[in-house]
């Protein structure tokens, strides 16, 4: 064995060590590109094989050629009385397999070999990837920022050694991201290009508060506590519903924690969000009531199921706050119980329905 095929072998060993990226596999994927490559001398006949085999150390390109008593295709035939050199059991219209000197080609499988290993370890390391990301899909992650593009806004991130782009619609209202930043991500998608991975990633999201509780929040994590539903209006304002079947429980408070402690830590990572956490309910009087919070609730009336649309009366002194700046209160409120919520004041006075 020549020293060339000893290290091609050698190579082939180590990036199955060093970059988990198994022999057979590489072995494979030259056989064929060899082939490819050598096709062309040949006339384009399929005429050509090449056998990688990186336990024996074997490595052998062959052209299969016609025995015939007259040669009218010089590519694919070979006359008999050299055919009977090669193999001393050739016959006429019969095949014989001629090996070819590696040396002869050696700049060919060289290039070749080369080609195939840096597409061999992009391909291997895109399906790392990809399996990796999908498996931390609508998943909380830590990303690094790289860096802002002054002209769009988008972020630069990596997430461990995978580069990615938070882009400005993405990001929460206001927030200020610089170079170095250790920042939550959500992963919303994670989709398979040509080229690589796309990892889609959000700080507005409403994925990434849910996250953010099943992290601060223990009972949430282990189900005692389930996260119904979530409404937000990011750098603004987030409403959150919880629940649990343990009627000992109280789903408010262990989100909140001691004097605030969880909810204050999910807050600082927000930039000042505020969240509101509400109890939820099966029945939609009470949920309704609950989600308009921080405003008191007179009553709840239900006007129709199907499209859900109910009537709301709420103190005069309460009006503003239940509406809130813009309709924010209202609108999420209605977002995350999926009621259409008309809100009147207690005195009569029907001002402007607000829809969600």
């Given at each position: 064995?020549?020293?060339?095929?000893?290290?091609?072998?050698?190579?082939l060993?180590?990036?199955?060590?060093?970059?988990?990226i198994?022999?057979?596999?590489l072995?494979?994927?030259?056989?064929n590109?060899?082939v490819?490559?050598?096709?062309?001398d040949?006339?384009?006949?399929?005429?050509?094989?090449?056998?990688v085999?990186?336990?024996?150390?074997?490595?052998?390109v062959t052209?299969?050629?016609?025995v015939?008593?007259?040669?009218?295709d010089?590519?694919?035939?070979i006359?008999?009385?050299d055919?009977?050199?090669?193999s001393?059991?050739?016959?006429?219209?019969?095949?014989v397999d001629?090996?070819?000197?590696?040396k002869?080609f050696?700049r060919?499988v060289a290039?070749?070999?080369k080609?195939?290993?840096r597409?061999?370890?992009r391909?291997?390391e895109?399906?790392?990837t990809f399996?990796?990301?999908q498996?931390?899909?609508?998943?909380?992650?830590?990303?690094?920022?790289q860096?802002?593009?002054?002209?769009?806004?988008?972020?630069?991130?990596?997430?461990?050694?995978?580069?990615?782009?938070?882009?400005?619609?993405?990001?929460?209202p206001g927030?200020e991201?610089?170079?170095?930043?250790h920042?939550?991500v959500y992963?919303?998608?994670?989709?398979?290009t040509?080229k690589?991975?796309k990892?889609?990633?959000?700080?507005t999201?409403?994925g990434?508060?849910k996250r953010l509780?099943?992290?601060?929040v223990?009972?949430?994590?282990?189900g005692?506590?389930?996260i119904?539903?979530?409404s937000?209006?990011a750098?603004?304002?987030?409403?959150?519903?919880?629940?649990?079947?343990n009627?000992e429980?109280?789903?408010?408070?262990?989100c909140?924690?001691?004097?605030?402690?969880?909810?204050?830590?999910?807050?600082?990572e927000?930039?000042?969000?505020?969240?509101?956490?509400v109890?939820?309910?099966?029945?939609p009087v009470?949920?309704?009531s609950e989600?308009?919070?921080?405003a008191k609730?007179?009553s709840?009336v239900?006007?129709s199921?199907?499209?859900?649309a109910?009537?709301?009366?709420?103190?005069?002194?309460?009006?503003?706050?239940?509406?809130?700046?813009?309709g924010?209160n209202?609108r999420?409120?209605?977002?995350?119980?999926?009621?259409?919520?008309?809100?009147r004041?207690e005195?009569?006075f029907y001002g402007?329905?607000?829809?969600?």
């Amino acid at each position: 064995m020549n020293k060339d095929i000893k290290e091609f072998f050698a190579a082939l060993k180590f990036m199955e060590q060093e970059r988990e990226i198994p022999q057979k596999y590489l072995a494979e994927k030259i056989e064929n590109a060899i082939v490819v490559a050598l096709r062309k001398d040949y006339g384009g006949r399929d005429i050509v094989t090449c056998v990688v085999d990186p336990e024996k150390m074997v490595f052998s390109v062959t052209v299969r050629k016609q025995v015939v008593d007259e040669i009218t295709d010089p590519y694919a035939e070979i006359l008999k009385e050299d055919a009977l050199k090669i193999s001393s059991k050739a016959v006429e219209n019969g095949f014989v397999d001629i090996a070819l000197n590696t040396k002869q080609f050696g700049r060919i499988v060289a290039q070749t070999a080369k080609h195939v290993i840096r597409q061999g370890i992009r391909e291997v390391e895109r399906n790392q990837t990809f399996a990796q990301f999908q498996d931390k899909n609508h998943e909380l992650l830590t990303a690094v920022v790289q860096q802002i593009d002054p002209k769009t806004g988008n972020a630069n991130v990596t997430i461990g050694k995978t580069e990615t782009v938070l882009p400005k619609l993405e990001q929460v209202p206001g927030e200020e991201l610089s170079e170095g930043d250790h920042i939550k991500v959500y992963v919303v998608d994670v989709k398979e290009t040509e080229k690589s991975p796309k990892i889609m990633i959000s700080r507005t999201h409403p994925g990434l508060v849910k996250r953010l509780f099943e992290t601060e929040v223990p009972e949430i994590f282990d189900g005692t506590i389930e996260i119904k539903s979530v409404s937000r209006q990011a750098g603004s304002r987030t409403k959150l519903a919880v629940y649990s079947p343990n009627e000992e429980i109280d789903p408010v408070g262990a989100c909140i924690g001691q004097r605030g402690a969880r909810v204050n830590n999910i807050v600082e990572e927000l930039k000042g969000e505020k969240i509101d956490i509400v109890k939820y309910s099966d029945d939609p009087v009470a949920f309704i009531s609950e989600a308009l919070s921080p405003a008191k609730v007179v009553s709840v009336v239900i006007e129709s199921e199907n499209p859900k649309a109910c009537k709301v009366t709420v103190p005069d002194s309460q009006l503003s706050l239940a509406i809130g700046n813009k309709g924010q209160n209202v609108r999420l409120a209605a977002k995350l119980t999926g009621w259409k919520i008309d809100i009147r004041p207690e005195s009569g006075f029907y001002g402007e329905e607000i829809e969600e």
